[in-house]
């Protein structure tokens, strides 16, 4: 079965400064689908970047990259130059290889400091 | 577009009854998804459909039932509600895979359902 492990409840990050948070994950297919996403106060959920299990380079947009390393089954997120507004719930998912099913993670609280 | 809009955005149920969560998206998505989120447990997958008339049983679907008549709707029925059922409930979906690469899925506003 899969499985999404976020061990990191919360996690505090100076402004301006960056941050990981990490993910592992669990699966026997080998074409899978891995995600973050974004969860402010207010409650949406936010699309921030994904990694196919085939591609050769870490993915990246903007202030955030995949740290992917998949002999060790991470896909950890890279947030550089941390905002006050980076401060949410981040979540991790993966996606089965027929793209039926995503499963999260628990989450990881994120506190950016002035 | 309005993406993904689901109703209502709260709602107080007596343990018992029943109800309709509604999900529509008008983005022409084959895939559409209902999770649960409870605090420490992240989203959990209740039932998802691949296409119209379509449906399957994601890890949590005990209590809940869906259908899918049209590409557009997915809504989740809640047959007796239970205090167990309090939780944050969002809907979403996506394009199927694309050259092989899958694609983000689009979440609703989610409805905030207590069962007292």
């Known amino acids: 079965a899969q499985k999404i492990t976020q061990t990191q409840p919360g996690m505090f990050v100076q402004e301006k400064e960056a941050v990981t948070l990490d993910c592992t994950y669990d699966?026997?297919?080998?074409?899978?689908?891995l995600f973050w996403y974004k969860q402010p106060s207010s409650g949406e959920m936010i699309f921030l970047i994904y990694q196919g299990s085939y591609d050769q380079q870490n993915a990246t947009e903007g202030r955030y990259s995949l740290n992917f390393q998949k002999a060790r089954k991470s896909a950890n997120l890279v947030i550089s130059a941390s905002q006050l507004g980076d401060s949410a719930m981040y979540f991790c998912?993966?996606?089965?290889?027929?793209?039926?099913?995503?499963?999260f993670g628990a989450g990881t609280r994120l506190f950016v400091k002035a | 577009n309005a993406g993904v809009t689901q109703t209502p955005k709260f709602q107080v149920l007596k343990t018992g009854q029943s109800m309709t969560l509604q999900c529509a998206q008008d983005?022409?998505?084959?895939?559409m998804s209902w999770y649960r989120q409870d605090p420490g447990m992240g989203l959990r997958l209740i039932h998802y459909s691949v296409g119209a008339g379509i449906t399957d049983q994601g890890e949590v679907p005990n209590g809940y039932n869906v259908s899918r008549s049209t590409t557009e709707d997915f809504p989740l029925r809640l047959l007796s509600a239970a205090p167990s059922q309090t939780s944050v409930y969002f809907c979403?979906?996506?394009?199927?895979?694309?050259?092989?690469?899958?694609?983000?899925?689009?979440f609703g506003q989610g409805t905030r359902l207590t069962v007292v």
């Open positions: 998912a993966m996606r089965d290889p027929g793209g039926f099913k995503t499963i």
């Open positions: 699966t026997s297919d080998p074409s899978y689908g």
């Open positions: 979403a979906s996506s394009y199927s895979m694309d050259g092989g690469r899958s694609t983000e899925a689009f």
């Open positions: 983005m022409n998505h084959e895939y």
